[in-house]
């Protein structure tokens, strides 16, 4: 599931950078909360690639999610909500 997503992401953000450029021409106050947007989202971007390479990482060795990977994996779920927000 966080490989699907982490895949799908990619396009999305190059999306939201094209957005991000054409609103800026339309002014501060358009361009505002797309930076936002694309900033927030791309955080949580690389918040989730690091959180699936922690995962894999230590799939064989670990029996359990180690805190680190859940306090990465409510980070970036976190991001999601503000971002969307």
């Known amino acids: 599931m ?12 190059l999306t939201g950078f094209r957005d991000l450029l054409r609103f800026a021409d339309g002014g501060r106050r358009a361009a505002r909360p797309v930076a936002i947007h694309v900033c927030v989202m791309v955080a949580v971007f690389m918040v989730s690639v690091g959180d699936i390479a922690w995962r894999l990482r230590d799939y064989s ?4 999610t180690p805190a680190g990977v859940l306090a990465l994996s409510l980070v970036a779920a976190a991001g999601v909500g503000v971002g969307a927000a």
């Open 2 to 13: 966080l490989i699907g997503g982490a895949r799908i992401c990619v396009p999305a953000v």
């Open 61 to 64: 060795t670990s029996g359990s």
